[in-house]
């Protein structure tokens, strides 16, 4: 392996990567939150949207991000479509979705959940539940966005050799 392979493998890694977090979202862990009781599956995403901001997954996702916009200023000085092509899906159906749609989702849920916490009226229960139930979609929705373009990237990114 030359170190021009090692390079572009350390480069494609975090991609790969992002787009197995999206999979075990979409595939697992929405549909075992959607079967908890409104008030408690809020509860857990909330945490685990906390829990998440690590430096793990913050080198993950920013490495990735990043490593997505230099991909695409190589893939145009090489004229390698298949890399601009997978370099642009990741970039704005992974990092922006991300930050465009389910960052705003997880930043309402954390008020939401915070609100019942302190002030455990019944009108706000009921609310959080039905913000739940709508974050549920929206949130899913967005996440297969993510999971479909990471994996298309991935894809994209092995043919582009």
């Known amino acids: 392996m030359t170190d021009a392979n090692l390079w572009q493998a ?3 890694w ?9 999979l075990i979202f979409s595939n697992t862990l929405m549909r075992v939150l959607a079967k908890l009781p409104a ?3 809020a509860k857990v995403m909330d945490s685990i949207n906390r829990i998440i901001i ?3 997954f913050l080198t993950l996702f920013v ?8 991909l695409i200023f190589n893939a145009l000085l090489d004229n390698n479509l298949f890399l601009l092509a997978a370099a642009g899906v990741f970039f704005v159906g992974s990092t922006l979705v991300t930050i465009l749609c389910n960052v705003p989702l997880n930043d309402k849920l954390a008020i939401a959940v915070v609100l019942v916490k302190e002030q455990s009226a ?6 959080l539940e039905n913000y739940w139930q709508s974050y549920l ?3 899913s929705k967005w996440n297969w966005v993510r ?3 990471s994996a298309s990237s991935c894809f994209l990114l092995l043919l582009s050799f």
């Open 14 to 22: 975090p991609l790969f990567l992002m787009a197995g977090i999206y």
């Open 39 to 41: 008030a408690e599956g």
């Open 137 to 139: 979609v929206k949130w």
């Open 63 to 70: 490495g990735s991000g990043l490593a997505s916009i230099y």
């Open 10 to 12: 350390l480069i494609y």
């Open 122 to 127: 019944c009108s706000l229960q009921r609310d």
């Open 147 to 149: 999971t479909v373009c």
């Open 54 to 56: 690590n430096p793990v």
